[in-house]
């Protein structure tokens, strides 16, 4: 048993007392491993389709089970998440060529932050190690409090992207039904937070839910190959591309045909103003078509914007590192050279997978690759749209389930941090969920594209987790001065630079964009007024 006057370093969890932290993570591991029991090929499947870890890995009594292969295909588990719709979209901004360099640069970096942070957690000889107590060991109290708050935010923006997610694709299947309600997001988005995740979110247990990553898994999987399949259809035709554009829609009795048109234009105006300085002839020409597209691929970015507009949707992409350490807990003979390699691969994997399915979804839709993919394909109306239905249904569905599984993590890093390790109480728990699904829930209803939310959490949370922290872990207890591990080093100042960077330019495109859209309703309700 540790005992407090026989600590020689007041921040080495080897030689203190438990904080909270530690007797929350141990409590929680514990807790854990009563519920989980999942088979023993699916032991280690430790994620949501968000890139969540759900039941922490712990080796307390048990025989480490996990080898490369498996710890390789468990990261990539945690890596391949919501940020893949999004990769057409971000491809669309830097352009092909931009696009492979920006992937290929920061897939570098997250892979190297992963060889960092092991490197420190070995170095410091860190027990139970995790953000939080990283940040104890190496910088302190405000260490701690820092990387748990970093994490607990990063948790809240995943969140309120899956409503997002879950208002876009299905919300155009529910609107088939014919219901003029069907029209608007938000009713869909509050009745199945409402009704099925709050619900689910009073559970004493996730144990009723152990199976819906390794599901969530196959459908993400499932939405990649479809793309993957599509956009090879359309390389080998190119007039499949006009067909999934301007789908047939004689036949339709949708209730949300005019609605449909009013989107479009507020596509177009976002449009419009995201390419305000820089316009091309093409692009001119695209923007007098309903489609918005062009005929050829830009290998490049139009402007310097654009890449500060797509690198936090990479970064936030690549956001694994908080479910490396129960990963490496599991792995056998482990050292951070060992986890290194499960990195290389696994990162390697992801960037492969991200870069094709960019590519494609860029070169089927060009300049109408909206931030969420799905959104481009109709649900009715063309040959691919009974497959993309199918997809977009279990997608849509797996992240409702896995909604809690989100929620659950948040909750409990804001419960330590607000109120500590205090005993499980019904009311305590009631509230931290309902306030969690209010914020989240209003966000995301209220947030109409994807990127808005995946640039904001990439801008700032992403940054910290993926660059910044690693690098200080490694860093801050060093007696030689920081400049003597340049690449460490580095990894720092590009975390400190990429934050205030991107996040004044997600600033000045969204509030652009409001202003835009705003004039342009008014607008519209005017002329609305006059006709009547």
């Given at each position: 048993?540790?005992?407090?006057?026989?600590?020689?370093?007041?921040?080495?969890?080897?030689?203190?007392?438990l904080?909270?932290?530690d007797?929350?993570?141990?409590?929680?591991e514990?807790?854990?491993?009563?519920?989980?029991?999942?088979?023993?090929?699916?032991?280690?499947?430790l994620i949501?389709?968000?890139?969540?870890?759900?039941?922490?890995?712990?080796?307390?009594?048990?025989?480490?089970?996990?080898?490369?292969?498996?710890?390789?295909?468990?990261?990539?588990?945690?890596?391949?998440?919501?940020?893949?719709?999004?990769?057409?979209?971000?491809?669309?901004?830097?352009?092909?060529?931009?696009?492979?360099?920006?992937?290929v640069?920061?897939?570098?970096?997250?892979?190297?932050?992963i060889?960092?942070?092991?490197?420190?957690?070995?170095?410091?000889?860190?027990?139970?190690?995790?953000?939080?107590?990283?940040?104890?060991?190496?910088?302190?109290?405000w260490?701690?409090?820092?990387?748990?708050?970093?994490?607990?935010?990063q948790?809240?923006?995943?969140?309120?992207?899956?409503?997002?997610?879950?208002?876009?694709?299905?919300?155009?299947?529910?609107?088939?039904?014919?219901w003029?309600?069907?029209?608007?997001?938000?009713?869909?988005?509050?009745g199945?937070?409402?009704?099925?995740?709050?619900?689910?979110?009073?559970?004493?247990?996730?144990?009723?839910?152990?199976?819906?990553?390794?599901?969530?898994?196959?459908?993400?999987?499932?939405?990649?190959?479809?793309?993957?399949?599509?956009?090879?259809?359309?390389?080998?035709?190119?007039?499949?591309?006009?067909?999934?554009?301007?789908?047939?829609?004689?036949?339709?009795?949708?209730?949300?045909h005019?609605?449909?048109?009013?989107?479009?234009?507020?596509?177009?105006?976002?449009h419009?103003?995201?390419?305000n300085?820089?316009?091309?002839?093409?692009?001119?020409?695209s923007?007098?078509?309903?489609?918005?597209?062009?005929?050829?691929?830009?290998?490049?970015?139009?402007?310097?914007?654009d890449?500060?507009?797509?690198?936090?949707?990479?970064?936030?992409?690549f956001?694994c590192?908080?479910?490396?350490?129960?990963?490496?807990?599991?792995l056998?003979?482990?050292?951070?050279q060992?986890?290194?390699?499960?990195?290389h691969?696994s990162?390697?994997?992801?960037?492969?997978?991200?870069i094709?399915?960019?590519i494609?979804?860029?070169?089927?839709?060009?300049?109408?690759?909206?931030?969420?993919?799905?959104?481009?394909?109709?649900?009715?109306?063309?040959?691919?749209?009974?497959?993309?239905?199918?997809?977009?249904?279990?997608?849509?569905?797996?992240?409702?389930?896995?909604?809690?599984?989100?929620v659950w993590?948040?909750?409990?890093?804001?419960?330590?941090?607000?109120f500590?390790?205090?005993?499980?109480?019904?009311?305590?728990?009631?509230?931290?969920?309902?306030?969690?699904?209010?914020?989240?829930?209003?966000?995301?209803?209220?947030?109409?594209?994807?990127?808005?939310?995946?640039?904001?959490?990439?801008?700032?949370c992403?940054p910290?987790?993926?660059?910044?922290?690693?690098?200080?872990?490694?860093?801050?207890?060093?007696?030689?001065?920081?400049?003597?591990?340049?690449?460490?080093?580095?990894?720092?100042?590009?975390?400190?630079?990429?934050?205030?960077?991107?996040?004044?330019?997600?600033?000045?495109?969204?509030?652009?964009?409001?202003?835009?859209?705003?004039?342009?309703?008014?607008c519209?309700?005017?002329?609305?007024?006059?006709?009547?």
């Amino acid at each position: 048993m540790n005992q407090p006057f026989l600590q020689q370093d007041p921040y080495d969890p080897k030689t203190q007392p438990l904080t909270t932290t530690d007797e929350a993570l141990a409590n929680e591991e514990e807790m854990i491993n009563a519920i989980w029991s999942p088979p023993a090929d699916l032991r280690n499947n430790l994620i949501s389709p968000g890139g969540t870890t759900i039941r922490p890995a712990s080796d307390l009594g048990k025989e480490k089970s996990g080898t490369v292969s498996s710890s390789v295909f468990n990261l990539c588990n945690t890596v391949l998440g919501s940020g893949t719709l999004a990769m057409g979209f971000a491809c669309k901004r830097l352009g092909v060529v931009g696009f492979v360099l920006a992937m290929v640069f920061l897939a570098f970096l997250a892979d190297y932050a992963i060889e960092v942070l092991f490197l420190s957690v070995e170095k410091w000889n860190v027990a139970r190690a995790r953000y939080p107590s990283m940040g104890r060991r190496t910088m302190g109290k405000w260490g701690e409090s820092v990387s748990s708050w970093v994490v607990t935010i990063q948790q809240f923006g995943a969140c309120t992207g899956y409503t997002v997610i879950i208002g876009d694709v299905l919300q155009p299947i529910v609107a088939l039904s014919g219901w003029e309600w069907t029209c608007e997001r938000w009713p869909l988005q509050l009745g199945l937070l409402s009704v099925v995740v709050f619900p689910l979110l009073l559970l004493p247990s996730m144990s009723s839910l152990k199976y819906v990553s390794f599901v969530s898994l196959l459908l993400i999987w499932s939405a990649v190959l479809a793309i993957l399949v599509n956009g090879l259809m359309v390389v080998a035709d190119p007039q499949r591309r006009d067909a999934l554009i301007h789908p047939d829609t004689h036949h339709t009795t949708s209730v949300c045909h005019q609605l449909n048109a009013t989107s479009s234009m507020e596509e177009y105006y976002h449009h419009v103003n995201s390419h305000n300085n820089h316009t091309t002839p093409s692009s001119s020409s695209s923007s007098s078509s309903s489609s918005f597209t062009t005929e050829h691929m830009q290998m490049f970015p139009h402007s310097f914007g654009d890449v500060l507009a797509a690198l936090p949707i990479i970064s936030f992409a690549f956001l694994c590192h908080q479910n490396t350490f129960p990963i490496y807990k599991e792995l056998q003979q482990a050292s951070p050279q060992k986890m290194a390699k499960v990195g290389h691969y696994s990162i390697f994997i992801c960037c492969f997978v991200y870069i094709l399915s960019g590519i494609m979804g860029y070169y089927t839709f060009l300049e109408g690759t909206q931030s969420n993919l799905l959104r481009n394909f109709k649900v009715e109306g063309t040959y691919f749209s009974g497959t993309m239905d199918v997809v977009r249904t279990g997608f849509g569905i797996s992240c409702v389930l896995s909604f809690p599984l989100m929620v659950w993590e948040a909750r409990h890093n804001l419960d330590i941090l607000l109120f500590g390790n205090r005993p499980y109480a019904f009311w305590r728990n009631f509230g931290l969920n309902l306030g969690i699904l209010v914020i989240c829930g209003s966000i995301g209803m209220s947030v109409k594209k994807l990127d808005v939310v995946l640039g904001f959490i990439g801008s700032t949370c992403s940054p910290i987790m993926v660059f910044i922290l690693p690098a200080l872990f490694y860093l801050v207890p060093q007696e030689q001065k920081w400049t003597n591990f340049p690449r460490p080093f580095f990894l720092l100042i590009w975390g400190i630079a990429l934050i205030p960077c991107c996040l004044a330019m997600w600033a000045m495109e969204n509030v652009v964009s409001l202003r835009v859209l705003i004039i342009y309703r008014y607008c519209h309700c005017f002329d609305l007024c006059i006709d009547g």
